[in-house]
């Protein structure tokens, strides 16, 4: 005789398994980090390296104290009043072109910097200064293809700047060259061992690099000097998930929300390590927050809150997702994700012996969902264990054609067949399994007890 689901219990520890298969493993998720903030300096030594002018020489010196005061806007008004009163048959020297192209960088006027600075480089291509400045101006302007040329030619013209490094570095690490942009820090902080941003650079690096223990290593380092930091904090787990180091990176993660970090994303992180290796109230209430549950809540983080009722209804937490339930009953969901709460609270009630409110939901999840395959077979076999055959039929059969259903379903339709003693039908459906799926050898002792039953049958 065939025996699939004779218990509701059965029946409930079957659903959750087949329902809690999705929730997402610690090792899937990831920390949201902010972009560093990179304030890379402009160098002027190179301003007077190239000879100039007499005429060059006398404006020089009569800018002079604007530059040394840094008053770049006194700077580039002088500049542009001798500039109008050239002879326009006298181009600037390459030098000069330089100085007011740094000018326009240090007033973040970065298109008018590059003009200058081509103009620098036409007259001078050997200039290493010039492509550094213009490097880094197309570097401001987010125009990564044509600044990495200019950088590398001046690293080859001989500049061995720290500035120049870094700003490579972040090239690299921007562009998915995580190794280079290493190396590219690592020598910035030779030659700048102070520079924090240059530490941070190689930190991220290091992190992408999946270089764990010297990542590790450093952003302990840093945490001693920061231990305020949010974001350092983050980094830390980060490099603790890579590491499947779980309750490490559930513990920066809290650190880092203690210290203010509201990214929702990292809100939704902390609470699946918590689901799993930590506080499910505690995940519970990260997970349904405001910042969370917004108006326009991200399909993934709707997501992760159908899983963690999953896991919840998995692991038999019913206050923890009674909590959950209640406090997603009003957000603004999708359809298809409150059909997968509503299989959820049928499996509770299915726990509590409240069959009644296990069938209003699983109903409720196929008007939300009409193809939710889990909600229309656990409607099913709530049906059949009711001794309702003729609506868990209805329901078997609507099962069917649906995605990797049908031959679970046959099975129920079965099971329901030789409950009413069907077993000429029950008999036939068992065929069509084994004929779609040969490997069912298991079947075939119960199709021989049903023959026999047939056989003997008065």
Request: hydrophobic share 40%.
């Amino acid at each position: 005789m065939i025996d699939m689901f004779f218990s509701h219990r059965k029946y409930l520890a079957v659903i959750c398994i087949l329902f809690a298969s999705t929730v997402t493993h610690a090792s899937n998720i990831s920390i949201a980090l902010a972009e560093p903030s990179w304030s890379f300096l402009m160098d002027n030594q190179a301003l007077q390296t190239v000879e100039l002018s007499p005429e060059e020489r006398s404006f020089l010196r009569e800018i002079q104290p604007f530059l040394e005061a840094t008053d770049y806007q006194a700077a580039e008004t002088a500049f542009n009043k001798w500039v109008s009163e050239l002879d326009k048959d006298s181009p600037l020297s390459a030098s000069m072109s330089l100085m007011r192209g740094q000018i326009y960088l240090a007033n973040n006027k970065d298109s008018e910097a590059i003009k200058a600075l081509k103009l620098a480089i036409e007259g001078r291509p050997d200039f290493a200064p010039a492509h550094r400045s213009i490097g880094l101006a197309y570097l401001r302007q987010d125009q990564p293809l044509d600044a990495r040329p200019h950088l590398q030619k001046a690293i080859q013209l001989g500049d061995q700047s720290a500035q120049l490094y870094g700003q490579l570095a972040y090239l690299n690490l921007q562009s998915g060259f995580a190794a280079s942009a290493v190396a590219g820090y690592q020598q910035a902080l030779f030659l700048d061992a102070d520079n924090e941003e240059w530490s941070r650079g190689l930190l991220y690096a290091l992190t992408r690099a999946q270089a764990l223990p010297q990542a590790q290593a450093m952003v302990e380092q840093l945490l001693e000097s920061e231990p305020n930091d949010p974001e350092l904090w983050l980094l830390r787990s980060q490099i603790a998930l890579q590491q499947d180091k779980h309750f490490t990176a559930l513990g920066s993660l809290e650190s880092a929300l203690a210290l203010g970090d509201t990214k929702p994303a990292n809100l939704v992180t902390a609470a699946q390590l918590h689901m799993t290796s930590g506080s499910p109230e505690r995940a519970v209430e990260l997970m349904t927050s405001d910042k969370v549950l917004t108006k326009n809540i991200k399909d993934n983080y709707e997501q992760a809150i159908v899983q963690a009722a999953a896991w919840l209804a998995q692991q038999q937490k019913w206050p923890t997702l009674t909590t959950l339930l209640t406090r997603t009953d009003k957000a603004n969901l999708t359809a298809e994700s409150r059909a997968d709460l509503a299989v959820s609270r049928a499996q509770m009630a299915i726990f509590r012996n409240n069959y009644a409110r296990a069938e209003k939901s699983l109903k409720q999840a196929i008007t939300q969902n009409p193809t939710h395959g889990e909600a229309i077979m656990a409607l099913a076999d709530l049906l059949r264990g009711q001794k309702r055959y003729q609506q868990a039929t209805m329901y078997y059969q609507r099962a069917e054609p649906l995605p990797g259903l049908e031959e679970r379903a046959l099975l129920g339709r079965a099971q329901s067949e030789i409950e009413q003693r069907n077993y000429d039908t029950a008999l036939n459906i068992l065929g069509t399994v084994v004929r779609n799926n040969p490997d069912r050898t298991d079947l075939r002792a119960s199709m021989h007890s049903l023959r026999n039953l047939v056989r003997n049958r008065p």
